[in-house]
């Protein structure tokens, strides 16, 4: 939940929730959390009607290394930080487990 989280995970939060906005005029699309460590990891790309750019890439990584968290949307809680260390090892193992996640 939003209250739930710090000033400076609110601003991930919130810069996360404008890259969903600009390219699917939605607040936090489904498996945003993903796409968008997807594009950390290998660079810019398509999403929706816009473009994750370099720029946005480069806030993503600054905010989360401040941080140390990654920002991902859970049904009950909302959205809600987890360590980036919790992050990676979860990535990984739900895109290993389903590639469409990170297809948007």
């Known amino acids: 939940m939003e209250?739930?989280?710090?000033e400076k995970e609110l601003h991930l939060a919130?810069?996360?929730?404008?890259?969903?906005?600009?390219?699917?005029?939605?607040?936090?699309?489904q498996n945003l959390e993903y796409v968008l460590w997807h594009a950390?990891?290998?660079?810019?790309?398509?999403?929706g009607q816009s473009y994750?750019?370099?720029a946005d890439?480069?806030?993503?990584?600054?905010?989360?290394?401040?941080?140390?968290?990654?920002i991902i949307f859970d049904?009950?809680?909302e959205e809600m930080a987890l360590s980036l260390k919790e992050w990676t090892e979860k990535f990984k193992k739900d895109v290993e487990t389903n590639k469409r996640i990170i297809k948007g």
């Open 57 to 70: 890439i480069a806030t993503l990584i600054k905010l989360s290394t401040v941080t140390n968290v990654w």
């Open 14 to 29: 919130a810069f996360m929730s404008g890259i969903s906005e600009k390219c699917y005029s939605a607040g936090w699309m």
């Open 3 to 6: 209250s739930d989280l710090t």
């Open 40 to 47: 950390v990891i290998n660079g810019e790309r398509k999403y």
């Open 52 to 54: 994750i750019s370099e």
């Open 75 to 77: 049904s009950e809680k």
